[in-house]
């Protein structure tokens, strides 16, 4: 199993919104409403941020919004701030009971 | 509020067994509705799932390492465990474990432990 594709880098400036891609198959992403999302701040533990495609756990702002198209899911951070300069993960169930992650996003707000 | 602690030793020996334990608390590892996770990163590098296992002991493993691979449960002491034989270099990362929910929860990982950085190293 391949790990779910994401861009390495995105970049935005305080106040705009921006979209990190994450795409799979008809066998992870395609298939199921299982997908994740993680913000991991250096040296941190990673965050919940987005479960189940569109879901916010309580306490994530609602900056934070997810969604799915085919086999590809997608973050959508509004109102960039300087704080949610970060790496961000999605990860989706698969269709062999196992988890796959993305390689990651570094998010640069500039 | 759960909170999940990783322990085991932090440096390994190439071909040896890595073990860690993932100790629970604040809520029920026999929970009928979460899985309990571990996940790893190497440094500099992205996250990988490693396994999930379920409190009647069911479990589920990354392809790619299953062969070296064992997780258990023990619900008298609300924690699970990993271990991983014959270790490499590759295997040098922070090790984290995390609670998963199933369908009807939501099955993001909403809790981790802090995370344990193991090395292995002659």
């Known amino acids: 199993q391949s790990a779910l594709t994401q861009p390495a880098s995105v970049s935005g400036s305080p106040g705009q919104s921006i979209t990190i891609s994450c795409t799979g198959t008809?066998?992870?992403?395609?298939?199921?409403?299982?997908v994740s999302w993680y913000q991991q701040h250096p040296g941190k533990t990673p965050k919940l941020i987005i479960y189940?495609?569109?879901n916010r756990p309580s306490g994530v702002s609602n900056r934070f919004s997810g969604s799915k198209s085919g086999n590809t899911a997608s973050l959508t951070i509004s109102g960039l701030q300087a704080e949610d300069e970060a790496d961000y993960y999605c990860?989706?169930?698969?269709?062999?009971?196992?988890?796959?992650f993305g390689g990651g996003t570094k998010l640069a707000v500039l | 509020q759960v909170q999940l602690q990783e322990s085991g030793p932090g440096l390994v020996k190439p071909s040896e067994t890595l073990s860690l334990t993932c100790s629970v608390s604040?809520?029920?590892?026999?929970?009928?509705?979460?899985?309990w996770s571990w996940i790893r990163q190497p440094p500099g590098k992205g996250l990988e799932w490693i396994a999930n296992?379920?409190?009647?002991?069911?479990?589920y493993y990354n392809p790619s390492l299953k062969s070296r691979l064992t997780v258990s449960v023990d619900t008298s002491k609300n924690q699970f465990f990993l271990k991983v034989t014959s270790v490499t270099a590759a295997d040098t990362a922070v090790y984290y474990c995390?609670?998963?929910?199933?369908?009807?929860?939501?099955?993001?990982?909403?809790?981790w432990g802090q995370g344990i950085l193991v090395t292995v190293s002659s």
């Open positions: 995390a609670r998963r929910g199933i369908a009807s929860t939501g099955t993001g990982f909403d809790y």
């Open positions: 604040g809520g029920s590892i026999s929970s009928s509705v979460h899985y």
């Open positions: 296992i379920y409190y009647d002991g069911s479990s």
């Open positions: 008809s066998s992870d992403i395609g298939g199921y409403n299982f």
């Open positions: 189940d495609v569109n």
């Open positions: 990860t989706s169930y698969t269709s062999y009971s196992t988890v796959l």
